[in-house]
């Protein structure tokens, strides 16, 4: 499924999200070996072809001593020991940003993709195209313009990121506080929205969808 957003998109909102401990089970890999020189990253022993790495997807890097310790998007995957990755960038499109060097650093790679498909199939219910629509019409491939959508999937995706995250009332305050910020977020995007459907790709609208007048948020 076209999720809509990436973890890149969320790192925008909150690169805190992929320094602490992601969900059990979301952990793509991780080690303690990695090298990193400029836009380069290598780790020996792992192999990030065999693994559902791609671009979009963040990495986590750390030397221990505060050197180099951030989260960094990945650009490209190279080889079987050898990733491209960057600075967070405005445009997917720039050149890498180099993020420094060091070796012996410890990596993780985890990511949000199963909330990312969880987002997407809701607004691709809402909006009555398929997957979440399988009798619709009309599919993800005939929405003119999917951008508007990214923002919505990534906010929707950091709302229930924390909504998760929020258990006990005398010590989650902040992940409360976070949720319903995120659901303001949700709320102000939608008004923004509006979707068309264009089958073929001829500008003629066969549908618009204004986001002012559809919930588009899973209650």
Same mark, same amino acid.
């Given at each position: 499924? #076209?999720?809509?957003?990436?973890?890149?998109?969320?790192?925008?909102?909150?690169?805190?999200?992929?320094?602490?401990?992601?969900?059990?089970?979301?952990?793509?890999?991780?080690? #303690? #070996?990695?090298?990193?020189?400029?836009?380069?990253?290598?780790?020996?022993?792992?192999?990030?072809?065999?693994?559902?790495?791609?671009?979009?997807?963040?990495?986590?890097?750390?030397?221990?001593?505060?050197?180099?310790?951030?989260?960094?998007?990945?650009?490209?995957?190279?080889?079987?020991?050898?990733?491209?990755?960057?600075?967070?960038?405005?445009?997917?499109?720039?050149?890498?940003?180099?993020?420094?060097?060091?070796?012996?650093?410890?990596?993780?790679?985890?990511?949000?993709?199963?909330?990312?498909?969880?987002?997407?199939?809701?607004?691709?219910?809402?909006?009555?195209?398929?997957?979440?629509?399988?009798?619709?019409?009309?599919?993800?491939?005939?929405?003119?313009?999917?951008?508007?959508?990214?923002?919505?999937?990534?906010?929707?995706?950091?709302?229930?990121?924390?909504?998760?995250?929020?258990? #006990?009332?005398?010590?989650?305050?902040?992940?409360?506080?976070?949720?319903?910020?995120?659901?303001?977020?949700?709320?102000?995007?939608?008004?923004?929205?509006?979707?068309?459907?264009?089958?073929?790709?001829?500008?003629?609208?066969?549908?618009?969808?204004?986001?002012?007048?559809?919930?588009?948020?899973?209650?």
């Amino acid at each position: 499924m #076209n999720t809509f957003s990436t973890d890149a998109d969320l790192l925008r909102y909150e690169p805190s999200v992929f320094r602490a401990d992601p969900f059990i089970g979301q952990v793509l890999c991780k080690g #303690n #070996n990695g090298q990193a020189s400029g836009t380069a990253f290598q780790a020996s022993g792992v192999d990030f072809l065999s693994r559902p790495i791609r671009p979009g997807h963040v990495m986590y890097l750390s030397d221990g001593v505060g050197n180099l310790d951030g989260v960094y998007e990945i650009v490209s995957v190279d080889a079987p020991t050898q990733l491209t990755v960057s600075v967070l960038r405005s445009d997917a499109e720039a050149a890498p940003i180099p993020i420094g060097a060091g070796t012996g650093l410890f990596y993780r790679i985890g990511t949000f993709d199963a909330q990312a498909a969880e987002a997407a199939e809701a607004l691709t219910q809402i909006l009555a195209v398929r997957p979440g629509r399988p009798d619709s019409p009309y599919g993800i491939e005939d929405i003119a313009d999917t951008r508007p959508l990214r923002t919505l999937a990534a906010l929707m995706v950091l709302h229930m990121l924390f909504g998760s995250a929020y258990q #006990n009332p005398e010590t989650d305050g902040a992940f409360l506080i976070k949720r319903d910020h995120y659901e303001k977020l949700i709320e102000r995007a939608r008004q923004r929205c509006v979707i068309r459907i264009d089958v073929g790709g001829d500008r003629f609208y066969e549908k618009t969808l204004a986001g002012a007048h559809a919930k588009l948020m899973r209650q």
